[in-house]
């Protein structure tokens, strides 16, 4: 078994190919020096608190796997080998694809100064930047950039979040983006919405040119703009296109004895749904699981999908179970969006349902009951 790329995805196939009683060898092909470590956190602690980065370890303990930490080049399908930049080839039976993505970057050809956030040496060197700051902007408003802005304000930093689409409008919609619009300005993150893409100016990058023509300058400028899947090293073997590799719901691909899963992912369509990625931390767990299951030819052990989502904005959690984008208006609201606490749910045209704790301690269990309760439909 060999799994390339050591981070949730690869740990937890690592970890699921021992708990499904796989004995043999498990390789392991990771890129970070440090080893494997959780994300999330990176925007929500570390930016915030230096001590925050002794807890994201992702652990191989115990597994008994051969860990290469040298980047995978190449794959070769028919040989079934894959070799890294070290100059190793490393046999398969089964290959599981976990190398996850990249932030995409805006900065021209030659541009120096472009952050972006990650990786853990990503959030330090943000974090060091942002001690002697006095503005930032953040260039995104989907949840990372959100993230980024919410640090900042934590920190005292007036932060400016410049997006074409409102914060989180294409994932949460209109009616929870506008409330959290209006919480971050409570708490010091201005929004400017650009007519189109904005472009980085200055060299080393000092700010943002929209499409209008305003300019805008900070101490800091940070590129939260999505991300790019990592397959690079997978050219030639026809398994890689624009959204990243291809995967059925039991994270096959089109190769016999290859599997993938998590960011570097989308789910292929049936005709009925289209292509999809879903590059979530509880997705990429679920996935992994399924890509070790499938690489050992066993039955799923669970839903390949999972559409837990959360993400932290102005000091509030949110937490989502269930399909997004959200369309339209909740069907019920009980709490108050002012207070910061409410539980909301939305009810989709086929019948499913999506459950959102706003700023409410909910567990995630209780969350995914609602979410499959037969709801009122939205209006
Ligand atoms: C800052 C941040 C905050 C986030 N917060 C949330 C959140 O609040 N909620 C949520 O649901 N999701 C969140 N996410 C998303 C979540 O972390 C990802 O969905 C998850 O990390 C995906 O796991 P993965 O293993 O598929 O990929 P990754 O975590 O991207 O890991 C892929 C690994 O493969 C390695 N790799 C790449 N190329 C190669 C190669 N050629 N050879 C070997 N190794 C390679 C990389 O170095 C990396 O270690 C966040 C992401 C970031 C960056």
Redesign the pocket.
């Known amino acids: 078994m060999l799994v390339?790329?050591?981070?949730?995805?690869?740990t937890t196939a690592a970890r699921h190919l021992r708990t499904l009683g796989h004995t043999g060898p498990i390789t392991i092909?990771?890129?970070?020096g440090h080893g494997?470590c959780s994300?999330?956190p990176?925007?929500?602690a570390v930016l915030k608190d230096p001590a925050a980065d002794h807890t994201l370890g992702l652990a191989l303990d115990g597994l008994g796997a051969d860990v290469i930490r040298s980047?995978?080049?190449s794959a070769d399908i028919r040989r079934r080998t894959v070799t890294t930049a070290d100059g190793r080839q490393v046999a398969y039976g089964a290959l599981i694809v976990?190398?996850?993505?990249d932030a995409r970057r805006l900065a021209a050809h030659g541009q120096r100064g472009e952050l972006v956030?990650?990786t853990l040496d990503d959030a330090r060197l943000l974090r060091g930047r942002l001690a002697d700051t006095g503005s930032v902007i953040v260039v995104g408003a989907g949840?990372?950039g959100m993230?980024v802005a919410s640090a900042c304000a934590a920190r005292g930093i007036p932060a400016t979040v410049v997006d074409a689409d409102r914060p989180l409008q294409r994932i949460l919609g209109d009616h929870l983006s506008a409330e959290i619009t209006a919480r971050a300005a409570a708490h010091g993150i201005r929004f400017v919405q650009a007519t189109g893409f904005a472009t980085l100016t200055g060299d080393p990058v000092s700010g943002v040119a929209l499409p209008d023509g305003t300019e805008l300058t900070a101490d800091l400028v940070v590129t939260c703009a999505g991300e790019v899947p990592?397959t690079?090293?997978l050219g030639g073997t026809g398994l890689a296109g624009r959204l990243g590799v291809g995967i059925d719901h039991a994270c096959a691909t089109t190769v016999p004895g290859v599997f993938a899963?998590?960011?570097?992912t989308y789910l292929r369509g049936d005709g009925t749904r289209p292509d999809r990625r879903a590059?979530?931390?509880?997705?990429?767990v679920a996935q992994g699981r399924a890509a070790a299951a499938s690489a050992l030819g066993l039955p799923q052990p669970g839903p390949p999908q999972d559409d837990y989502?959360?993400?932290e904005v102005a000091g509030l959690t949110v937490k989502i179970v269930g399909r997004l984008p959200l369309l339209g208006e909740p069907a019920t609201v009980p709490g108050s969006m002012a207070d910061g606490r409410a539980l909301l749910t939305w009810s989709h045209a086929d019948g499913t349902s999506t459950a959102v704790a706003y700023g409410l301690r909910k567990p995630v269990a209780a969350l995914r009951a609602l979410a499959a309760t037969p709801l009122p439909p939205s209006p």
Do not use: D, H, Y
Request: charged residues 15%; hydrophobic residues 50%; aromatic residues 14%.
């Open positions: 390339v790329g050591e981070s949730l995805v690869g092909i990771g890129a970070e494997a994300r999330p990176l925007s929500k980047p995978a080049v976990a190398t996850g993505a956030l990650r949840f990372l993230e990592c690079g090293w899963a998590g960011a570097v590059p979530f931390w509880s997705n990429a989502f959360w993400t």
